[in-house]
């Protein structure tokens, strides 16, 4: 082999290598998360993706809000055992058509393994402001299917979040994804599937 044949062969090995290089430090997800993904996101995604209802639960941000001894649906949560009318509690919203009802803390493990039943699919995590009824700053928008339950078959279903965690949950009561990325989702996608 000639000197200059040799260099070139160097050459393409040294390309050959740092685009390899290249390729594995950018990653194999199947997605489009990057580093610019806040962590609140980021950690729901996770825990949507394993199942996880506890790792969700435990990433709910609360608010605070007045009981009443005469819940109504829509209306404040309705007070524990021994604690009075106009006692502040730990809550989260949830919705499931439209009106709002709270999970309070301590009962939002069953609240999350319900919203994680059936065949759970992620779409996109967007900028929301939760529309009237959360407080948040984004929403991770999914589908599940259910085969049982008052309303059967793929429904859409969001996530809804703070920098600190999760603020709420909208059960979809038979919208599907793309009814609630129009009512509560801003601007392009954060992230997709």
């Not at 489009?32 to 990433?59: F, K, T």
């Not at 209306?75 to 106009?86: D, M, R, T």
């Not at 279903?157 to 038979?174: H, K, P, Q, S, W």
Request: glycine fraction near 10%; aromatic fraction near 8%; hydrophobic fraction near 40%.
């Amino acid at each position: 082999m000639r000197p200059h044949q040799t260099r070139k062969l160097a050459l393409l090995f040294v390309f050959v290598v740092a685009s390899l290089l290249i390729v594995s430090a950018c990653g194999g997800d199947d997605d489009s998360r990057d580093a610019s993904l806040p962590e609140s996101v980021r950690a729901a995604i996770d825990a949507v993706e394993n199942g996880d209802a506890a790792s969700l639960a435990s990433q709910v941000v609360y608010s605070r809000i007045q009981c009443t001894t005469s819940a109504a649906l829509g209306g404040p949560p309705e007070c524990g055992p021994g604690q009075a009318a106009g006692t502040e509690v730990e809550v989260m919203p949830a919705s499931g058509c439209g009106e709002a009802s709270y999970v309070q803390s301590g009962s939002e493990p069953v609240a999350f393994e319900n919203f994680l039943a059936g065949e759970i699919q992620l779409h996109a995590a967007y900028r929301s402001d939760g529309g009237d009824l959360f407080t948040a700053n984004y929403a991770v928008l999914l589908t599940s299917t259910s085969t049982s339950g008052p309303f059967p078959g793929p429904q859409g279903r969001a996530i809804f979040l703070n920098d600190e965690g999760v603020t709420g949950l909208f059960f979809g009561c038979n919208n599907t994804v793309d009814e609630i990325q129009s009512r509560f989702a801003t601007g392009e996608p954060l992230w997709t599937r």
